[in-house]
C-alpha cells in the first residue's frame, strides 16, 4: 500500500523553507541596468541634498531684514546688482538694499537669506540701472531650500536587499553611482519530468501535452528576481531522471522539478531525493493546488519538487521558491504581500486544505473586490493568465458567500486601469471622505 502523506500548515512549510536561507553575494551593473536588481549594500548619501542653499522660485535673493519696512503703500527699492541661472554662482556679497536676480535651482548668493517670487515685485529699468520694488517684508529663510532640507549626509536612504525601482534609480545618480551594487542573482534550475511532454515546437500527439510549466516557471523565476537556467524536459525513466537531477544539481542555487512528486507508478522525485542523500523537509502541504509540494535539503542547498499540475505547480512556486530567491537577494520582504478584500462571488466548494484561489482583484463602486477567475482545479492552466491574485480561503470551512472579507496575495500588478475607473475611484474615495467626515 502507497504510503500516506501527513500535511504540514503552509506557513509552516514556509518556515521550514526560510531556515535554509542564505544570501548571495555582490556584484556591480551599470546604473542603466540597475532597475529591477536588488541593492548589494546600504544605500548612504555621502553628502547634502541639495547640496547647497538654493532658490525654489524664479525672483530676486535678498536679505530679509532689509525688507522689515516694505509695505504696499510704502514699496522699498532694491538695486539688482547681478542675475544668475541654475548651475551660476554670484561673486561677492549682497549689500543693503541690493537684490540679484535669481533662477529656480541657482545657489543662494552670499549675504542673501530670502527670496521674492519675480510676480511679487515691480521691476525698474532707469537710465540702464535695474531695480525692484518690494511691496511686503520678508522674514529670514523665506523661499529658500537649505542644503540638507532634501537628504543629510549620513542618512541611510535605502538598505541593502531593497528592490531597485524608477525612484531609487534617481537616489543612486543624485549620488554618482555609475556602478551600482546589487545583490548576484541566485542561479535556479529547472527540470521538467513526464514521458506525456512534448517540446514547444511540436504537434499535438495522442497522449501527449506540451511542457507548460517549464517556461511558466522560467519566467515566475525571472519576476522573482532569480537567474533561470532550463536543463530540459525528461521522460519519467528514474535513471535519466537522476542522472539530471544530480547533475543539474550541482551547477545552481537552486534546483525546481516539476512533475513526478505525487504517489504515482512513475513518480520517481521521492526515490531520486533519497538516492543523492537529500532530507526531505516536507512532502505533502494542507493547500490546494499545490498539496504535493515536496521540498528537500542537501548541503543546506534546496531542491523544490513543485507539481506537474500546472495550478498547482505555478502556487508552490510563490508561496515557496519565491522568498527563498529574495532572500537571496538579500530582500528582508521576501513573501508576497498580503491585503484584504472582499470576496466578489460565492464560493460553496467544502475546504478541507487552505485554497489559494486563483483571482482578480479589482475595484468595485471603490471596494476592493477578489474575484475567483475560471476553473478552480490544480490542473488547469487557463485561470492563470488572468490571475492577479491568490485568494486565500483558509480550510475547515463549508465554503464562503459573497461580500466576506478574505485574505488575497498580490502577484503583480501590471495591468493598470481604465480612466474611467481610475476617474470613478477618486470621486468614490471623496464620496466616502464625506461621509465619514
Ligand atoms: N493517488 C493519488 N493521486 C494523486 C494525488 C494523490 O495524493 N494520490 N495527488 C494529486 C494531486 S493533488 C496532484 S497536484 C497531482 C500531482 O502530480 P505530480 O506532481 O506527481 O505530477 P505528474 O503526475 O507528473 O503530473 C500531473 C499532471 O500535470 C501534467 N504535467 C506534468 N508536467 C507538466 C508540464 N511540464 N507542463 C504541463 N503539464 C504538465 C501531467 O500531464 C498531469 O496531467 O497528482 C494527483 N494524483
Ligand atoms: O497538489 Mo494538488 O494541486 O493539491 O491538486
Do not use: W
Not at 521540498?295 to 523544490?304: D, I, R, S
Not at 500588478?413 to 475611484?425: P, R
Amino acid at each position: 500500500m502507497v504510503e500516506r502523506r501527513k500535511p504540514i500548515k503552509v506557513n509552516e512549510a514556509i518556515e521550514r523553507v526560510m531556515n535554509y536561507k542564505r544570501g548571495g553575494s555582490v556584484r556591480f551593473v551599470s546604473i542603466e541596468e540597475s532597475y529591477g536588481h536588488f541593492l548589494g549594500e546600504d544605500l548612504i548619501a555621502d553628502h547634502h541634498v541639495p547640496p547647497f542653499d538654493r532658490s525654489p522660485y524664479d525672483g530676486f535673493a535678498l536679505r530679509a531684514k532689509d525688507t522689515e519696512e516694505a509695505s504696499r503703500n510704502s514699496p522699498l527699492q532694491f538695486e539688482v546688482v547681478g542675475e544668475i541661472g541654475a548651475g551660476s554662482v554670484f561673486d561677492g556679497e549682497v549689500r543693503h538694499m541690493q537684490a540679484v536676480r535669481i533662477m529656480t535651482g541657482a545657489q543662494i548668493p552670499a549675504g542673501c537669506d530670502a527670496v521674492v517670487m519675480l510676480e511679487l515685485v515691480e521691476e525698474l529699468n532707469e537710465d540702464g540701472k535695474s531695480s525692484i520694488l518690494l511691496k511686503r517684508s520678508l522674514t529670514a529663510g523665506e523661499n529658500i531650500s537649505v542644503a540638507g532640507e532634501d537628504t543629510k549626509k549620513g542618512d541611510v536612504l535605502a538598505q541593502k536587499g531593497t528592490y531597485v525601482n524608477p525612484g531609487i534609480v534617481a537616489l543612486l545618480a543624485t549620488f554618482g553611482y555609475k556602478q551600482v551594487p546589487v545583490s548576484a542573482k541566485p542561479k535556479i534550475g529547472i527540470i521538467a519530468t513526464g514521458s506525456e511532454l512534448l517540446d514547444i515546437d511540436e504537434p499535438l500527439k495522442p497522449g501527449k501535452i506540451r511542457n507548460s510549466n517549464a517556461f511558466m516557471v522560467y519566467s515566475q523565476i525571472i519576476r522573482a528576481g532569480g537567474e533561470p537556467i532550463y536543463f530540459g524536459q525528461f521522460s519519467d525513466d528514474f535513471d535519466t531522471c537522476y542522472e539530471q537531477v544530480n547533475d543539474a544539481f550541482h551547477q545552481v542555487d537552486f534546483l525546481i522539478t516539476t512533475g513526478g512528486v505525487s504517489v504515482g507508478d512513475f513518480d520517481y522525485l521521492p526515490a531520486i531525493y533519497e538516492k543523492i542523500g537529500a532530507t526531505v523537509l516536507f512532502n505533502k502541504v494542507g493547500m490546494r493546488p499545490g498539496s504535493v509540494t515536496t521540498v528537500a535539503e542537501k548541503n543546506g542547498k534546496l531542491l523544490f519538487g513543485l507539481s506537474g499540475n500546472p495550478s498547482a505547480c505555478y502556487v508552490g512556486f510563490e508561496l515557496f521558491t519565491r522568498p527563498i530567491i529574495r532572500n537571496f537577494l538579500h530582500s528582508d520582504h521576501p513573501v508576497l504581500k498580503k491585503e484584504v478584500a472582499f470576496l466578489g462571488t460565492d464560493f460553496p466548494k467544502p475546504n478541507p486544505f487552505d485554497r489559494f484561489v486563483r483571482g482578480h482583484l479589482s475595484y468595485e463602486n471603490g471596494r476592493l473586490m477578489a474575484t475567483p477567475v475560471g476553473l478552480d482545479k490544480s490542473n488547469v492552466v487557463s485561470s492563470l493568465g488572468a490571475a492577479n491574485i491568490l485568494i486565500l480561503l483558509p480550510g475547515g470551512t463549508r465554503g464562503y458567500e459573497r461580500g466576506m472579507e478574505v485574505s488575497v496575495i498580490l502577484l503583480e500588478d501590471q495591468e493598470g486601469m481604465k480612466v474611467q475607473e481610475f476617474i470613478q475611484s477618486d470621486r468614490n474615495a471623496r464620496r466616502r471622505q464625506r461621509h465619514d467626515g
